[in-house]
């Protein structure tokens, strides 16, 4: 329950921000956000499970709402708070901004630390032993088993500095903290594994910069992640975060989340990485076995080379659009079911075997005394590859499985590739297309509470497409939208009259353009967003000639770097003009004189692309539902919102919005997607400008 003691915390703790927060305004509709959090994560709603969805728009202060309602209700239930964001932006202003503010404020004492995934830290014990100089005589070990190929003098010289830097202190360990990072297949070698990792038993355990990040995190009342990390954790059995019942979650931008738990429920492995995995398998085998003198296993690499070969000369002929197969949701045809189900067995034996001959070396290194540098190297080429080994039979497990017509498919496809030598790599992969049962047993069954809010939730005015993608239930959690602080009616937002519809791609990049030309002002911001790179070419191409300002085009300069410059313009008091795509309409923020004006060149539909978004429009299609108004339109009514979003960020922001797509005049859909907007003045053209 609510107890007085809780609300007295959570009402010092906002009487203390309206001093220490420079700017502080006092918006009604953080009150109720604040309100609502503590009610349902106290249990005031006793039919209700412990889940709220908040839509809070930009200027509400929805950071600082969940910290003050959040915080002394997980202390007092000894609950940590998760806090996970979609991106890194965020979660470095929550980390050096939000809660450091927080910490002033707060009537509750608490302590914080990131969490990152294992393999952002490097594990010094590898370090050490990829730069040792006895490691380059070992002749117990091939090249092949830690290489693909002999490391350059380069390599070696970057992982003998990163070991002096970590040894010195100068370096956390951290691959963040790196000025110049190596690259990735370099990192790979050295960074922390669970696979390899012997936590306790390893010698450098305690001065392990992983375990050390680790143990602050056990220690910290909240825990500062993002998505995937929360994912990954919880699926693979909570190594970083606490138990699922010990914590109190908040998912910021929490829109993303659905897109991100599709991504760690795929499985992918490809032809060439099964034959090298069997092959440094049995490297491992034949190592242990000359260690230990004993009889080495049977080679499984013919058995594998054959059962692939046999696979590869029936999906060769598939008809691959862009070089992806994707099979029907029934699943994959009895003939490659058939040939994967031969492999399956064949990696299930060679796995086995591994695994018993790792037990194997296990009981040797307990009874006899093994050189540390050999017992490290060996432990961790026998940990990558139980990494290895284990997420190929994963793969060919769900790859080959039966379809039941009584839940939702997976989805299935092949992706062929060239490797240097010209050689086609073959590329299996599985996915869910709904994991709304997998979130509801993992997370939404067990967490002691959980927040979802971002500037836009719902679709369409509703949060039924958040629930169906999260498998959330309406009748069983909480949910609340909030009334913006910012004047929309005081925003024009003009739907031109356009006559090519975006269908017509030449006619309407013609017209788009011509009307870009008369409509931008060259002394003002502006941005224009398009949902296609090549139509975003064609029309700077068409008018970057005219238009007299400064044309800063995605692509041409960087993220950053576009932002920069045009700070810079603006700040000089010249025009901008800046053309963009998805990344531009979402997490940007030009407040002021530095966006004027937001140009929409067409509506964002969802048109399924990807391997997983053709199942499910199949699926849907299979049971008489309609794809387009159950995802197109409630994904494009969320992209337009957030695109609009970009113009108005504080409360003395103005400007207008102009959209170029007369489907919004012309189609059925056109009033929902309008009626869906944050109370703009809107202005349908019927002449033209």
Request: proline share 3%; net charge neutral; charged share 25%.
């Amino acid at each position: 329950m609510l107890t007085s003691a809780i609300k007295k915390q959570i009402r010092s703790s906002f009487e203390a921000a309206k001093i220490q927060l420079p700017n502080f305004s006092n918006r009604s509709s953080q009150n109720i956000m604040i309100a609502e959090i503590s009610k349902t994560l106290s249990g005031e709603y006793p039919k209700s499970n412990p889940i709220l969805c908040v839509e809070a728009p930009t200027g509400i202060g929805k950071t600082m709402a969940y910290l003050i309602s959040c915080l002394p209700i997980a202390k007092a239930n000894k609950k940590k708070l998760i806090i996970a964001c979609a991106n890194v932006a965020l979660q470095e202003q929550i980390l050096y901004k939000d809660i450091v503010e927080a910490k002033k404020y707060s009537s509750v004492e608490f302590e914080y630390a990131l969490a990152k995934g294992r393999s952002r830290y490097v594990c010094i014990r590898n370090l050490i032993n990829l730069t040792e100089e006895t490691s380059n005589t070992q002749t117990l070990f091939e090249d092949a088993l830690l290489w693909d190929e002999p490391p350059s003098q380069n390599q070696i010289n970057k992982l003998s500095e990163m070991t002096d830097n970590y040894s010195s202190t100068r370096w956390s360990g951290e691959i963040d903290d790196l000025e110049s990072p190596p690259e990735f297949s370099l990192w790979q070698k050295v960074a922390c594994n669970r696979f390899t990792c012997t936590a306790k038993n390893c010698e450098f355990y305690n001065d392990c910069s992983f375990f050390k990040a680790r143990k602050k995190a056990s220690q910290a009342d909240v825990i500062i992640a993002n998505h995937d990390l929360v994912l990954a954790d919880i699926i693979n059995g909570n190594n970083i975060l606490p138990d699922v019942n010990d914590c109190i979650f908040v998912f910021d931008e929490a829109h993303h989340f659905a897109q991100k738990a599709l991504s760690h429920f795929s499985i992918n492995a490809s032809t060439e990485f099964m034959k090298t995995s069997i092959r440094q398998s049995q490297s491992a085998i034949d190592q242990i076995s000359k260690i230990t003198n004993q009889k080495t296993s049977e080679s499984h690499i013919k058995k594998v080379d054959e059962a692939i070969g046999e696979l590869i000369e029936v999906i060769t002929n598939f008809e691959y659009l862009d070089d992806v197969y994707l099979f029907d949701m029934s699943g994959v045809s009895s003939d490659v079911a058939n040939l994967g189900k031969n492999l399956l067995s064949i990696f299930n034996t060679a796995f086995g075997n591994f695994l018993d001959q790792k037990d194997n070396w296990q009981d040797y290194c307990k009874r006899n005394t093994v050189k540390q540098i050999i017992m490290d190297n060996l432990n961790n080429i026998i940990g990558q590859n139980d990494q290895n080994l284990s997420s190929i039979v994963s793969l060919l497990n769900a790859f080959t499985q039966n379809t039941h017509t009584d839940t939702p498919p997976t989805s299935n496809w092949i992706v062929k590739s060239k490797l240097p030598n010209k050689k086609i790599n073959y590329h299996l992969n599985t996915a869910k297309i709904d994991v709304s049962n997998h979130l509801q047993s993992l997370i939404w069954s067990k967490a002691a509470g959980v927040i979802f809010t971002s500037a836009t939730l719902t679709s369409l005015g509703s949060f039924d497409r958040m629930n169906q993608q999260l498998g959330l239930k309406e009748k069983e959690n909480r949910y609340l939208r909030l009334a913006s602080p910012f004047n929309y009616k005081s925003v024009d937002f003009i739907v031109a009259n356009i006559k090519a519809s975006p269908s017509e791609v030449f006619e309407h990049t013609q017209e788009l353009a011509r009307e870009l030309k008369k409509r931008i002002n060259k002394e003002a911001a502006t941005l224009v967003l398009f949902a296609s790179n090549s139509q975003m070419q064609m029309v700077a191409d068409l008018v970057e000639k005219t238009i007299e300002c400064e044309l800063l085009v995605q692509g041409e300069y960087s993220k950053k770097r576009i932002l920069e410059k045009h700070f810079e313009k603006r700040k000089n008091g010249e025009g901008s003009v800046i053309f963009g795509l998805d990344s531009f309409a979402e997490g940007v923020d030009l407040k002021g004189d530095n966006l004027n004006h937001v140009m929409i060149a067409k509506l964002r539909f969802s048109v399924p692309t990807s391997p997983i978004e053709k199942t499910t429009q199949s699926y849907l299609e299979s049971l008489n539902r309609n794809p387009f108004m159950e995802i197109s339109l409630p994904d494009a009514s969320l992209r337009l919102i957030q695109a609009c979003g970009r113009l108005i960020r504080t409360e003395t922001d103005t400007g207008k919005i102009t959209i170029f797509d007369n489907r919004l005049r012309t189609k059925f859909y056109g009033k929902q997607l309008l009626d869906a907007l944050p109370g703009y003045n809107i202005l349908v053209e019927t002449t033209n400008r």
